[in-house]
């Protein structure tokens, strides 16, 4: 089992910039790979990023690339992401994720979950 908690949501104005945090506890971080996904009001949840198990891999959705940034510290089992730019459009729960395979942008292909932090860009 891997235990996932993200943290640093918050209300931002358009334009700003927020970091989420997603700590890590269980087995062994470095052993995963890591995705962010968010949830918009109405809407499905969707595929943002994800990192590979060392860090050296990076994969976004078209939406966000260029904006977000996700990096790990598997020294401290954490993974990141650095938000832009945002707009309300990036207005959603966003939770993080682990799997065992770089790359993958379902749902399905992830086997660990956090429960999510609210993030709101106001215009």
């Known amino acids: 089992q891997v235990q996932l908690v993200e943290s640093g949501g918050g209300l931002v104005q358009a334009g700003g910039s927020l970091r989420l945090s997603c700590a890590a506890s269980?087995?062994?971080?470095?052993?995963?790979?890591m995705g962010w996904f968010r949830r918009a009001p109405g809407k499905e949840r969707e595929f943002v990023g994800c990192i590979s198990r060392s860090g050296s891999l990076t994969h976004y959705a078209d939406s966000v690339k260029g904006r977000f940034t996700i990096s790990r510290d598997n020294a401290k089992n954490m993974v990141y992401l650095q938000m832009n730019s945002l707009n309300p459009e990036d207005t959603a729960v966003y939770y993080c994720a682990a799997g065992s395979l770089y790359g993958r942008s379902l749902e399905r292909e992830y086997d660990y979950w956090g429960q999510g932090t609210q993030v709101t860009v106001s215009s």
């Open positions: 269980g087995r062994t971080f470095s052993n995963y790979a």
